[in-house]
């Protein structure tokens, strides 16, 4: 019965793909063949950060899963943009299927890029959080969301230029009063990995106040970054 009736919503109201958001057959984690085989091209090689652009780099290691295009930049666009967390479930759970172990080795929790109340609000969720949540459920990973805070609300930094990022984000982030984290190894979760500024702040905050080691993994960064 439960079958029967399924095959009829599906017929109704066919599933979209979380990716491409377009009707098709999906598998476990919401994906269309189309877009699981584009994804086997898109394999993200090493992030080698910008150092002279930075300044000093508190970041440990860094990785990406994908390059920046589609359909993984489409998907992006609508979880932070157009607010479809189902993307956001989606790239997450790519996330967690794709992701090196080697990476996870020594974590003591995961945690994402903050953003501010307002744009909480505006979008009723904050994305980095659904890509790190899923990516911790079906990991069984701690995650912790009451670690850091925005404390800045400034610029977005996809609308500056390379070199105007780091100053844009400087002292943006804080670790919450009287988080302990000392002597921990923390993974950092965002969206697309650029220039590193927003990564390499939050890292800072994270090491002013003990963390003995930050390793960021996002979804994706551009190709110039390969």
């Known amino acids: 019965m439960k079958r029967a009736l399924r095959r009829f919503l599906d017929a109704l109201f066919p599933p979209r793909c979380g ?3 377009k009707p098709a057959a ?7 063949g189309r877009c699981r085989a584009a994804l086997s091209g898109l394999s993200a090689k090493s992030v080698r950060l910008n150092r002279s652009l930075l300044g000093e780099c508190r970041i440990d290691e860094a990785a990406a899963i994908y390059a920046y295009r589609e359909p993984v930049k489409g998907a992006i666009h609508r979880l932070k943009f157009y607010g479809s ?3 956001g479930l989606c790239l997450g759970a790519c996330m967690a299927r794709a992701v090196d172990p080697g990476i996870l080795a020594g974590v003591d929790f995961v945690t994402a890029v903050p953003v501010t109340k307002r744009r909480r609000k505006t979008l009723g969720y904050n994305h980095a959080e659904v890509l790190a949540g899923q990516f911790c459920r079906l990991l069984d990973l701690p995650c912790r969301f009451d670690v850091l805070v925005k404390v800045v609300d400034n610029t977005s930094q996809s609308q500056l230029d390379a070199g105007k990022r780091p100053a844009n984000v400087r ?8 988080d302990e984290l000392s002597g921990k190894c923390v993974l950092l979760i965002d969206d697309v990995l650029t220039t590193g500024s927003t990564l390499n702040e939050c890292a ?9 080691r930050v390793v960021c993994l996002t979804v994706a960064h551009p190709d110039f970054l390969q």
């Open 19 to 21: 990716l491409c958001a």
């Open 85 to 87: 967390k189902r993307a």
């Open 204 to 212: 800072a905050a994270l090491k002013e106040a003990g963390a003995r």
């Open 171 to 178: 002292g943006a982030y804080a670790v919450a009063q009287g």
């Open 26 to 32: 999906l598998d476990s984690e919401g994906v269309c």
